[in-house]
T-cell receptor, first 106, second 113 residues
Framework: GIQVEQSPPDLILQEGANSTLRCNFSDSVNNLQWFHQNPWGQLINLFYIPSGTKQNGRLSATTVATERYSLLYISSSQTTDSGVYFCAVAGYKLSFGAGTTVTVRA | ETGVTQTPRHLVMGMTNKKSLKCEQHLGHNAMYWYKQSAKKPLELMFVYNFKEQTENNSVPSRFSPECPNSSHLFLHLHTLQPEDSALYLC????????????FGPGTRLTVL
C-alpha cells in the first residue's frame, strides 16, 4: 500500500503563531484529505485536495502531486486548533499517516 | 440527523459478550467503511462496502462480522473479543470508491474487559 509520512510528529505553538504541517506519500494518488481529530475522536474534514491549493479561513493547503507531498498551513493559531491533524491518501484505499499532534498555548 | 452517525458512542463489554455497532449515513452515499484506531497507531481500514456489497476485508479476524443491509446502514457485530480489540471504531462513507472524499462518524469507543 501507499506509505504516508507526516512531520513533525508533535508541534507546540504559542497562540497567534503560524505553522506548516507536511505530508509525504510514496505513490501517485487520486485522493488526499486533511482531517482534524478533536479530543472526542471525531475526524473533521478540513480539505479534500488531491492537487492544487485551497483556503478555508485561517487554514490553507497545497498538494504538489508530481512531487508527492502536501502542506497544511495554520495561520494565527488559536487554542481551539489543538488536536491531531491527519493526512490520508488513496489510490483506491484511504491510507492514513501517523498524525501531527498540535498544542496551542494561550 | 445529518452526516454520519454512530451508536453507541461508548461500549464496555466482556470477552464472552455479543454486541453490535451501528452506523448510518444521511449523505446519499453508496460506499461505507469501518476503520479501527488503536492507541498510538494510525487508522486501519477494516471493511469496505459499495452498493451493499463487500469489496474489501483487510484481513480482519472473524470475531468482527460486518453487515450492510442497504447503502445507508452499516453494522459491525462483535463476539468473543479480546482486550487488544479495545479501540475507537470509526465509520465513514463516500459517494463512490476510487478516491471520493470520505466523511466520518463520531466513532464508538470500545473497551473489552
Amino acid at each position: 500500500g501507499i506509505q504516508v509520512e507526516q512531520s513533525p510528529p508533535d508541534l507546540i505553538l504559542q497562540e497567534g503563531a503560524n505553522s506548516t504541517l507536511r505530508c509525504n506519500f510514496s505513490d501517485s494518488v487520486n485522493n488526499l484529505q486533511w482531517f482534524h481529530q478533536n479530543p472526542w475522536g471525531q475526524l473533521i474534514n478540513l480539505f479534500y485536495i488531491p492537487s492544487g491549493t485551497k483556503q478555508n479561513g485561517r487554514l490553507s493547503a497545497t498538494t504538489v502531486a508530481t512531487e508527492r507531498y502536501s502542506l497544511l498551513y495554520i495561520s494565527s493559531s488559536q487554542t481551539t486548533d489543538s488536536g491531531v491533524y491527519f493526512c490520508a491518501v488513496a489510490g483506491y484505499k484511504l491510507s492514513f499517516g501517523a498524525g501531527t499532534t498540535v498544542t496551542v498555548r494561550a | 440527523e445529518t452526516g454520519v452517525t454512530q451508536t453507541p458512542r461508548h461500549l464496555v463489554m466482556g470477552m464472552t459478550n455479543k454486541k453490535s455497532l451501528k452506523c448510518e449515513q444521511h449523505l446519499g452515499h453508496n460506499a461505507m467503511y469501518w476503520y479501527k484506531q488503536s492507541a498510538k497507531k494510525p487508522l486501519e481500514l477494516m471493511f469496505v462496502y459499495n452498493f451493499k456489497e463487500q469489496t474489501e476485508n483487510n484481513s480482519v479476524p472473524s470475531r468482527f462480522s460486518p453487515e450492510c443491509p442497504n447503502s445507508s446502514h452499516l453494522f459491525l457485530h462483535l463476539h468473543t473479543l479480546q482486550p487488544e480489540d479495545s479501540a475507537l471504531y470509526l465509520c465513514a462513507s463516500s459517494k463512490g470508491l476510487a478516491g471520493d472524499e470520505q466523511f466520518f462518524g463520531p466513532g464508538t469507543r470500545l473497551t473489552v474487559l
